[in-house]
């Protein structure tokens, strides 16, 4: 069984910084393309930041660059999302995101998401 858990998540004040957290299990997670996606409230789906398997390729939304680091740890089975200078806009619920192409077929989990408040 597939499960990819988030943690980390919470409130903040503007300007703080957070560190979330996605444990995976039942994957070969060192295969996997990572990402980690937010929505807010009444706004789609987005990407924040993806890390390739090795971890040496990252890619950033624009919000995110300068601001957000993705890192992976493939021992730990776990990627890891450092989240500083944050803004009210931020706020959302945050998604991690496990994606393996495979020929002709797409791997594709999600974690459950965790809740980032960011308000004084």
């Known amino acids: 069984q597939v499960q990819l858990v988030e943690s980390g998540g919470g409130l903040v004040q503007p300007g703080g910084s957070l560190r979330l957290s996605c444990a995976a299990s039942?994957?070969?997670?060192?295969?996997?393309?990572m990402s980690w996606y937010r929505q807010a409230p009444g706004k789609e789906r987005e990407l924040v930041a993806r890390?390739?398997?090795?971890?040496?390729?990252?890619n950033y939304a624009d919000f995110a660059k300068g601001r957000f680091t993705i890192s992976r740890d493939n021992a730990k089975k776990t990627v890891y999302l450092q989240m500083n200078s944050l803004k009210p806009e931020d706020a959302a619920v945050y998604y991690c995101?496990?994606?393996?192409?495979?020929?002709?077929?797409?791997?594709?989990?999600w974690g459950q998401g965790t809740q980032v408040t960011v308000s004084s």
């Open positions: 995101n496990a994606v393996l192409e495979a020929g002709w077929t797409t791997y594709d989990y």
């Open positions: 039942g994957i070969t997670f060192n295969n996997y393309v």
């Open positions: 890390i390739a398997t090795t971890g040496h390729v990252t």
